[in-house]
């Protein structure tokens, strides 16, 4: 598996949040913690298409304990997808959310081209990124690979899978909301992410 490194792409979602930048040393994965990395997060090696789900639902303790947050609820899907022209794979993300306060569903996505390694944590994680500067996201995983850590600092997003501008906006990490732990789940939980009508039949069969 060859990934491609655009190194650029996201270093501020790359930094965890509450740390200075300076803080915080990130190489680009070797090849080998790049391919074991993906079979964590895909929990296999991923096949010409595969998925991983990761949701939460933060309870009213959690809320009350973390009075800042403005997200009530997340979705993310993962997919690993083989490349017949560059003969590799491909990896993209989804992400959905319902804010707090607020009525409607949110939704993001982007491609994941390259996975990268904090050396002071030890923690590798997927760069991913939302086309045309709208942020970016990182995706790392726990120790035990079954929840999934979001790391953001700005990421553009739209409302009930409205990709006009008048529905754009961004969700911005604020005081509570620069990381979420996501469980993770069936792919099929991430149904209402997906739009294709393929590729939704495709995914609640798994």
Known sequence: MKLPVIVALGLAALTSAGHAQDDIHI??????????????????????????????????????????????????????E???????LRY???LGFKYRHRSGDFDSSGSCNHVVFEDNGNEVRFGCGVDCEGGSIGVALSKDDKSA???????????NNKPDDDAEESLV?????????????????????????GELAALRRK
Request: charged share 35%.
């Open 27 to 80: 190489r680009e994965a070797t090849k080998a913690e790049a391919e074991a990395f993906s079979e964590r997060a895909f929990a296999g090696s991923p096949g010409r298409k595969t998925y991983a789900c990761f949701v939460r639902r933060y309870d009213a303790d959690h809320l009350a304990r973390h009075p800042k947050q403005k997200v009530a609820a997340m979705k993310l899907l993962m997919t690993a």
């Open 82 to 88: 083989y490349d017949n022209e560059v003969k590799e």
């Open 92 to 94: 993209s993300f989804r």
């Open 149 to 159: 850590i979001v790391r953001l600092a700005r990421v553009r997003v739209w409302q």
């Open 173 to 197: 990490a604020g005081a509570d909301d620069g990381i979420f732990r996501l469980d993770r789940t069936e792919s099929r939980d991430c149904a209402s992410l997906v739009t294709d009508r």
